[in-house]
């Protein structure tokens, strides 16, 4: 069906991407919009599924919900689609390959074409009025970026700096400055772990993942994580049941950063509407000996899967839609939205282009948001998040405990992928 365009520069190259696709190839895409809470989307989706209905060519959700389902033979190995060209830039072929269970099976689409997974992807806010009155340019902190100075322990110090205590209380509250400000634990800690780079899996001689989180890198994370989040500079209990009051806290003027926020969040009014001068930065490396900063994009960020139902034939008109509702992205969408949008109408200096660059660049370690929770959380909840918000630092007493049901559990997904291969391969 066609659409009329807004006016709006974003959306209209989508409506106009979809319109010269349905035009080239001569179909008509039509969309089916759902609302499951993230924990209900793998039963929901599982139970279409195995209905055997073949009306959807092609499933957008939750990466959370759907990785731990994919080796129940519910979707199609995207290999056997021959019109898919990995190779080319609208494809993130890297992130691809780290969330598969092993080389020859991939069950995940992402690419240009699914923006949710660019919308969630992770970034620091920072109120660079306050940074001025506190320590001069703002223009240090992306210097800082761009040399690679940027780590943990330059986070903590400018967080604790910038602490006061307002009301004269004596007491952490509302009411106070804070160096960082989010919106409950679990959810902010994601990227902070992520961007920590510790080493969550390993690969053997066929590809296939082995749990290797127990380690020193993971002690230190926890560490240098715990003593910025449980920080009275950083106020995440005082806010941890309002997220509106964290957002106003920033946009107020009280807050130096604001964490747990998104690309996607620059098109909020809350911060499109701050008179607060903002800054956007990538997560900070771990430490000097970190090699490169490693962004973050939400568990919940929605990826491509093609429904098993689906002929066998038909894979081959399916991955050509697919291919070319991709390209079209990389070519209509992403100029409009990623350099019009959010380098120009959702930032207010030049720098804040290089900061989205690198936090667009930089994506890593997905293979532990998206196979975390079917491990019995041991790579990031069930052992980081556990001991962080319970303010312990004994991160290898915690994952040991958890290291057997969690190999049991990695060794039912490798035999299942293992099954649907020799199943593929006749």
Same mark, same amino acid.
């Given at each position: ?15 106009? &991407? ?13 969309? =089916? ?9 793998? !039963? ?8 055997? #209905? ?12 759907? *990785? ?31 969330? $598969?269970?092993?080389?020859?099976? &991939? ?46 322990? %330059? ?47 390993? &690969? ?28 009275? *500079? ?8 309002? =997220? ?17 926020? %998104? ?5 909020? #009014?809350?911060?499109?509407? !701050? ?11 771990? #430490? ?20 098993? !139902?689906?002929?066998? =034939? ?12 991709? %390209? =079209? ?10 350099? $019009? ?15 989205? #660059? ?11 948001? !998206? ?52 199943? &593929?391969?006749?």
């Amino acid at each position: 069906m066609y659409e009329d365009l807004t006016g709006d520069v974003a959306p209209d190259a989508a409506i106009q &991407r979809n319109n010269d696709v349905m035009n080239r190839l001569n179909i008509e895409l039509a969309y =089916e919009d759902v609302n499951y809470s993230y924990d209900q989307v793998a !039963a929901n989706i599982r139970t279409l599924l195995q209905s055997g #209905d073949a009306s959807y060519h092609l499933i957008i959700n939750d990466i959370y919900g759907l *990785a731990p389902i994919t080796p129940e033979g519910l979707f199609h190995n995207v290999y056997d689609g021959e019109h898919f060209d990995f190779d080319k830039p609208w494809w993130y072929d890297d992130f691809m390959k780290d969330i $598969s269970i092993n080389t020859n099976m &991939r069950f995940m689409l992402a690419g240009d074409y699914f923006i949710d997974l660019l919308r969630c992807t992770h970034c620091l806010i920072m109120n660079k009025n306050m940074y001025t009155d506190l320590w001069g340019d703002p223009n240090d902190v992306y210097a800082s970026v761009l040399e690679k100075t940027w780590t943990f322990d %330059r986070y903590r110090q400018l967080i604790e700096g910038a602490y006061i205590d307002l009301n004269g209380n004596g007491a952490v509250d509302k009411e106070d400055q804070f160096g960082h400000v989010a919106f409950q634990f679990w959810g902010p800690m994601i990227p902070w772990l992520i961007s920590g780079d510790p080493g969550f899996i390993e &690969r053997d001689e066929n590809g296939y993942p082995i749990i290797a989180v127990n380690n020193e890198r993971s002690y230190l994370l926890t560490e240098k994580l715990n003593a910025i989040l449980n920080n009275d *500079a950083t106020g995440i209990k005082v806010f941890s049941e309002n =997220e509106q009051a964290t957002i106003d806290s920033f946009t107020s003027g009280r807050a130096l950063f604001i964490g747990y926020q %998104r690309l996607g969040s620059l098109e909020s #009014d809350n911060l499109r509407s !701050a008179e607060t001068d903002i800054a956007i930065l990538p997560y900070p490396r771990l #430490d000097d000996l970190q090699k490169d900063y490693v962004t973050s994009t939400h568990d919940t960020a929605e990826l491509g899967f093609i429904p098993i !139902a689906i002929p066998q =034939e038909d894979l081959s008109f399916v991955s050509s839609v697919i291919e070319v509702l991709c %390209r =079209e992205t990389y070519k209509q969408l992403l100029p409009a939205y990623y350099e $019009s949008s959010l380098k120009v109408k959702y930032t207010r200096d030049n720098t804040a282009a290089q900061m989205i #660059d690198i936090i667009h660049d930089h994506y890593g370690n997905g293979f532990a948001l !998206a196979w975390s929770n079917a491990l019995s959380g041991i790579l990031l909840q069930g052992t980081f998040s556990s001991c962080i918000e319970n303010n312990n630092t004994d991160f290898a007493s915690k994952c040991k405990s958890m290291e057997k049901p969690a190999n049991k559990q990695l060794e039912k997904i490798i035999s299942k992928t293992m099954a649907l291969e020799e199943e &593929r391969n006749g």
